[in-house]
């Protein structure tokens, strides 16, 4: 699906259809009369009809299903006949319920770059996206909306940016990795839903002033490497993290320096310090310190 109108010209005109339902909610608001709800309705269906109208035929294909997706279900039956006043703001709240949902829906449109700017992009770099691509892809989109703090589908996310997705699930094993370092909240409905933490906020913060990891300053001595990672092993000792997996993954580091540049050691590392704050095998600071032996620079999170 791809916005065929340009994009400013779109949320104008969205912007337009939500002062239009704005005006109905305030010429009604102190409506009591049978005329009254059935010249709401009315009006209210009109306004809906325009709105999907103009969304459904704004993309290719067209956008067959926003109309179902837009339209306020809400049902008041309480099994008592509502006086006309109750049905009136029944009705007002629906119409309030839909400008809102509009809002939502430019706003998620907003970060979906395959979409409504896919001139601006390279398709084939965000198809060829490795995890940690996708990863990054989502945290920055999830920041660009952080202040709206509701729950953004991962799935559309990726898939409104480009990315493909081929495995039932993958949408959820995102959440999770990114959950597990503390940098999103997720919730779990259809699709899964994630927004941003305070955290994760820092973490983008933090990296978009780093913006890339300098590894100039790892030895290139295989024999310092892993000098310096006895040490740091026990340092970590010292400090009362025991735990087996540090060693696991520390002996693998050390077994893979001889096949590894400066870059491909430090990005491995880096993996390694992640997974291992993930699995709380020690804190985030103990990381970054670990990491500054090696690089001179702080570990990002």
């Not at 896919?118 to 084939?124: A, C, G, H, P, R």
């Not at 990315?163 to 919730?187: A, C, P, Q, S, T």
């Not at 990891?213 to 310096?228: N, P, R």
């Amino acid at each position: 699906m791809i916005l065929k109108v340009k994009w400013k010209d779109f949320k104008n005109k969205i912007e337009g259809h939500k002062a239009e339902g704005k005006a109905l909610v305030e010429k009604y608001k102190s409506s009591r009369t049978e005329n009254d709800l059935e010249n709401l309705k009315e009006e209210k269906q009109s306004w809906e009809s325009e709105v999907i109208d103009y969304v459904k035929t704004s993309f290719e294909p067209e956008h067959r299903n926003f109309g179902y997706e837009f339209k306020e279900k809400r049902g008041f039956n309480t099994g008592f006949k509502l006086p006309i006043a109750q049905k009136i703001r029944n009705t007002i709240e629906a119409l309030k319920s839909e400008i809102n949902g509009l809002a939502y829906y430019v706003k998620s449109l907003s970060i979906s770059d395959a979409i409504v700017r896919i001139d601006e992009i390279d398709l084939e770099e965000r198809k060829n996206l490795d995890t940690d691509g996708r990863l990054d892809l989502v945290l920055s989109k999830l920041y660009e909306l952080y202040d709206d703090r509701k729950y953004h589908s991962i799935k559309w996310i990726l898939e409104g940016n480009g990315v493909e997705m081929k495995i039932h699930g993958e949408d959820w094993d995102y959440g999770k990795m990114l959950e597990n370092r503390g940098f999103v909240d997720i919730l779990t409905t259809k699709d899964t839903g994630a927004r941003l933490t305070l955290e994760g906020k820092y973490a983008i913060e933090q990296a978009r002033k780093v913006k890339v990891t300098d590894y100039s300053k790892i030895s290139s001595s295989d024999e310092e490497l892993k000098e310096l990672i006895k040490k740091v092993l026990s340092e970590i000792e010292k400090l009362g993290y025991g735990q087996q997996i540090i060693f696991d993954e520390f002996d693998e580091l050390r077994e893979d320096i001889p096949n590894l540049d400066k870059k491909s050691f430090g990005q491995l590392l880096k993996a390694k310090l992640y997974d291992l704050v993930s699995q709380k095998a020690f804190d985030k600071a103990l990381a970054s310190e670990i990491f500054k032996q090696f690089t001179d620079q702080v570990l990002p999170f």
